[in-house]
T-cell receptor, first 110, second 116 residues
Framework: LAKTTQPISMDSYEGQEVNITCSHNNIATNDYITWYQQFPSQGPRFIIQGYKTKVTNEVASLFIPADRKSSTLSLPRVSLSDTAVYYCLVGEANAGKSTFGDGTTLTVKP | EADIYQTPRYLVIGTGKKITLECSQTMGHDKMYWYQQDPGMELHLIHYSYGVNSTEKGDLSSESTVSRIRTEHFPLTLESARPSHTSQYLC???????????????FGSGTRLTVV
C-alpha cells in the first residue's frame, strides 16, 4: 500500500475554498485515490475517488496531476459543518485492508 | 441510510466482564474490518475478514477476538474487559464496485466502550 502524507491541520473561514493536498510518491499503476471525511464519534464517510485528472461530485473536486504522485481535495465554499478530519487513501481497486494515517483536521471558523 | 449497523452505540462495563460488540451489514460485502480509535487519534486496524470463516489480525495488537460465521455478521469479543480497552470501535465493510466507484469503505457509527 502506498504511503500518504497530508498536513496535520488546516484552518479556514466560512465561504472560502479549501484545498487539501496529499502526497503519495509510491503510488502504483493500479491504485485509486480515495478521500474520506470523519466527524467526531462517527466512522469515516466516503467523499470522492479518482484515478487521474479531475473528478467532481456534488460535494468536492479531486485534482490528480499526470504523474499521480499527489492529489488535491477541493471543498468549495466551506461551512462550519465541514469541520472534520479528512483522510487520503491510496490502494488497488480490489484492495482489502488500508491504513488511514493521521488525516488532516480542517477547522472552519465563522 | 447506513447499511452497516453496530450495537450497542455506547457501553459502560466493569472490569473483568465479557463483552461482544455486534456488527452487521446488509450489502453482501465479503470484506469486513474492525478499527479502534481513541479521541483525536488515528484509526488502527485490529481485525479483518475477507469472507466467511476467514479472520486475520490487523496492524495493532488487540486482546479481542472476532468470528465470521455469516457474511453479514462480524462480531468482536473481549473475554475480560480492562480499562485499557476503553476506546471507540468502528466496524467497516468494503467492496470492489462497478461504475464510478471502484473501491470504498462503508463504516458503522461505532461503539464507544468505557471499562470502569
Amino acid at each position: 500500500l502506498a504511503k500518504t502524507t497530508q498536513p496535520i491541520s488546516m484552518d479556514s473561514y466560512e465561504g472560502q475554498e479549501v484545498n487539501i493536498t496529499c502526497s503519495h510518491n509510491n503510488i502504483a499503476t493500479n491504485d485509486y485515490i480515495t478521500w474520506y471525511q470523519q466527524f467526531p464519534s462517527q466512522g469515516p464517510r466516503f467523499i470522492i475517488q479518482g484515478y487521474k485528472t479531475k473528478v467532481t461530485n456534488e460535494v468536492a473536486s479531486l485534482f490528480i496531476p499526470a504523474d499521480r504522485k499527489s492529489s488535491t481535495l477541493s471543498l468549495p465554499r466551506v461551512s462550519l459543518s465541514d469541520t472534520a478530519v479528512y483522510y487520503c487513501l491510496v490502494g488497488e481497486a480490489n484492495a482489502g485492508k488500508s491504513t488511514f494515517g493521521d488525516g488532516t483536521t480542517l477547522t472552519v471558523k465563522p | 441510510e447506513a447499511d452497516i449497523y453496530q450495537t450497542p452505540r455506547y457501553l459502560v462495563i466493569g472490569t473483568g466482564k465479557k463483552i461482544t460488540l455486534e456488527c452487521s451489514q446488509t450489502m453482501g460485502h465479503d470484506k469486513m474490518y474492525w478499527y479502534q480509535q481513541d479521541p483525536g487519534m488515528e484509526l488502527h486496524l485490529i481485525h479483518y475478514s475477507y469472507g466467511v470463516n476467514s479472520t486475520e489480525k490487523g496492524d495493532l495488537s488487540s486482546e479481542s477476538t472476532v468470528s465470521r460465521i455469516r457474511t453479514e455478521h462480524f462480531p468482536l469479543t473481549l473475554e475480560s474487559a480492562r480499562p485499557s480497552h476503553t476506546s471507540q470501535y468502528l466496524c467497516a465493510s468494503s467492496e470492489y464496485g462497478t461504475g464510478g466507484i471502484k473501491y470504498g469503505y462503508t463504516f458503522g457509527s461505532g461503539t464507544r466502550l468505557t471499562v470502569v
